[in-house]
């Protein structure tokens, strides 16, 4: 087997029923690398199955998962997607082919819902003071931070981020600004998340909450 044109790291807790969604449409000469963080439901057998890597990872959070995705990674460039169906893998490659081509260092998805009431109120409005804190604090032209990112794997690794909870993004972004980076926004569709799983951030007030806390930490 050649080297993978693209790792993808799914980081997945619960799922199982979300995965062969997913999975459905994996781009030719990509690596899937699912991370199950947790999961009680099978997710882990779900994703072996449909030809996934599996890395376990104890730690609680998005940013525990994320970094053992990227660990175990072996290609040059990588790519970071949810797990829960609401967005499409296969619009990781024009961002992967922009992170080639040396016009960006890192490609992000700029969400676009697709069907009605996908993005609640309360978790479009925190992405939306939070794009713009980030815009103050860099250069980097974002108005959203959505689960989905292209870059080198050595230059992300060598940013060191440290977070290991929901302010992963955000310690990315500001991190990759402080290191000179340059980001692209890329429009990918937005929509529901597959029946039978359940958000861990933006279904409910007290996730986004959540959320606001760990960012007002990488703040600090």
Not at 28 to 51: E, F, M, P, Q, Y
Request: charged letters at 25%; aromatic letters at 4%.
């Amino acid at each position: 087997m050649g080297m993978s044109l693209c790792d993808v790291v799914i980081p997945c807790r619960d799922e199982a029923r979300a995965l062969p969604l997913v999975l459905a449409a994996v781009p030719d000469g990509w690596n899937v690398i699912v991370v199950d963080n947790g999961s009680t439901d099978g997710t882990a057998d779900v994703a072996r199955t449909l030809g996934a890597e599996v890395v376990t990872e104890d730690r609680p959070g998005y940013g525990a998962a994320v970094h053992a995705g990227m660990l175990a990674a072996t290609a040059e460039h990588v790519a970071v997607i949810d797990g829960d169906a609401s967005m499409r893998l296969d619009e990781l490659v024009p961002m992967l082919d922009l992170v080639r081509s040396g016009a960006v260092a890192m490609a992000v998805g700029r969400r676009r819902p697709v069907v009605a009431g996908v993005w609640p109120w309360h978790a479009r409005l925190g992405t939306q003071l939070l794009a713009t804190l980030i815009r103050r604090r860099s250069r980097f032209p974002i108005h959203d931070l959505a689960p989905m990112r292209v870059c080198r794997r050595d230059d992300l690794l060598a940013l060191g981020v440290q977070d290991r909870r929901f302010g992963y993004p955000l310690e990315l972004m500001l991190r990759a600004a402080g290191a000179g980076w340059t980001v692209q926004e890329v429009d990918v569709s937005y929509g529901r998340r597959a029946a039978g799983t359940k958000s861990k951030v933006s279904g409910s007030v007290r996730g986004t909450v959540l959320v606001a806390h760990d960012f007002a930490k990488v703040l600090r």
